[in-house]
């Protein structure tokens, strides 16, 4: 348990290319980055002969035609052409990672939900990024390319010599416990609790332990990449801002050993053999990148008079659908403020909406669930089945002295999305379940009283 490969470095850019610590500042930008100097051509993409004796070759993120504003590419300069990355596939089984439609029809997922947190493996029992995922819910169908599925991961081993991708889908990792390091293509990611990462469909990465073992969340996105949600009245600050968001400087490794790779693919999962790390871009320009995200620089906005503003207002990612204003998903953080409204319920209320919400605990106390609710819990509130506070936080918001008050050392986040999600065998039966989850309401009094005036 927790074995650790001895690392290998990768070639990094130099220092003087103005990053800071091996990333770049910003979100969607255009990037360029060098690991060795004069390998990336100026000018042009496609040279009669790359320096160093290199190929050039592009990542594509969207459809050639796609609008301007939302045309990805990202042009490489390697040392392989990544067709010589794979070669005849074979399929493999991962039992625990699902993809939609995924549908048991022996499993009920109509209602409300939570898990304690899903224990890390005692004993000699090794897990890596792909052995380690543990499917929760799935929504919506990855054959047409809409829709999600949520994880966990619990990883106690570095992948060596073993690589993936996911032509499926988008990855958002969100850590709960331990520290990870991805070996991405175009860069070195490292990635810890109050952190996120972003990893592009398609893109090639190993994952290393840092500390562990690891556990944490992760949202597989199908559909339309996730983009900042346009702020509206709120204006052009505070929510996520993009110069937070770090993309890592050109890295890579000249390294010929027998390797493995593993390709997500429609749900299914094949390997291929080569003889060489892919990992080997040397230079890279464009827009289609990995990039992470530190979740204590989200500037949270909210009421400064009264009443509760939609959580909405907490949405750090959106991937949209084909509908303005209906996320196929939204990424949305709770954390660390402020609440000073006057004469107001403050936690959030009682609701059903159209949306399916599955949260998670990072770390603190759910200011709506203060019991049960723990650090590396998930619950899961399905389209339109009504939820909100249980009696006790009921009861305190309703009869607290309304004074400034900062809710402090919490932080929980929610995937949310316009599809049903369905519970995999493994969240039915073998995650932790809190089978009297649902019964935190039941002590929920009728209060009524027709006398006019009364509260």
Request: charged content about 20%.
């Amino acid at each position: 348990m927790n074995k650790q490969t001895t690392p290998r470095e990768m070639v990094r850019a130099a220092a003087h290319t103005g990053t800071h610590e091996g990333y770049m500042p910003g979100f969607g930008n255009d990037f360029e980055t060098e690991a060795l100097p004069g390998a990336l051509p100026q000018g042009m993409n496609s040279p009669q002969k790359c320096n160093y004796g290199l190929y050039a070759e592009q990542l594509s993120g969207t459809p050639f035609t796609a609008p301007r504003g939302q045309n990805e590419r990202t042009w490489c300069y390697r040392i392989r052409p990544s067709v010589r990355h794979t070669a005849r596939f074979s399929r493999i089984d991962l039992p625990y990672w699902k993809s939609a439609p995924h549908v048991d029809p022996d499993v009920i997922s109509l209602g409300q939900y939570r898990w304690d947190p899903v224990p890390l493996p005692a004993g000699d029992e090794g897990l890596t990024f792909l052995t380690g995922m543990r499917t929760m819910t799935t929504a919506g169908d990855v054959n047409t390319q809409v829709g999600m599925a949520s994880h966990v991961y619990l990883i106690t081993d570095s992948m060596v010599d073993e690589y993936f991708y996911s032509a499926d889908s988008e990855l958002l990792v969100v850590p709960q416990e331990g520290r990870l390091r991805f070996y991405t293509e175009l860069g070195i990611i490292d990635l810890e609790p109050r952190e996120i990462a972003i990893l592009p469909r398609g893109m090639v990465f190993r994952v290393e332990v840092v500390e562990g073992p690891a556990r944490g969340f992760i949202c597989e996105n199908y559909g339309q990449k996730f983009d900042l949600p346009n702020r509206g009245p709120i204006g052009a600050n505070c929510l996520a801002n993009p110069r937070d968001f770090k993309t890592p400087v050109a890295a890579f490794e000249d390294r010929d050993a027998p390797s493995r790779m593993v390709v997500k693919w429609c749900g299914q999962f094949h390997e291929t053999r080569i003889d060489h790390s892919p990992l080997d871009v040397v230079a890279w320009h464009g827009n289609y990148a990995a990039c992470k995200y530190d979740l204590s620089t989200f500037s949270p906005v909210g009421a400064i008079l009264f009443d509760h503003p939609d959580p909405s207002i907490f949405t750090v990612l959106t991937a949209p659908s084909g509908v303005e204003g209906t996320a196929n998903i939204d990424f949305v953080l709770f954390r660390e403020r402020w609440m000073v409204a006057e004469d107001t319920f403050r936690p959030p209320w009682y609701h059903k909406n159209i949306m399916s919400e599955l949260m998670g605990n990072i770390y603190g106390i759910y200011d709506a669930k203060p019991q049960g609710f723990v650090p590396g819990g998930m619950s899961l509130h399905n389209m339109m089945l009504p939820h909100g506070p249980d009696r006790d936080a009921f009861e305190g918001a309703s009869n607290a002295e309304l004074k400034p008050e900062k809710l402090d050392n919490t932080m929980q986040f929610m995937f949310e999305t316009r599809f049903p999600q369905h519970l995999t065998p493994f969240a039915a039966s073998e995650a932790p379940l809190q089978d009297d989850y649902i019964d935190c309401w039941d002590s929920i009094e009728k209060k009524f009283d027709g006398t006019p005036g009364v509260k």
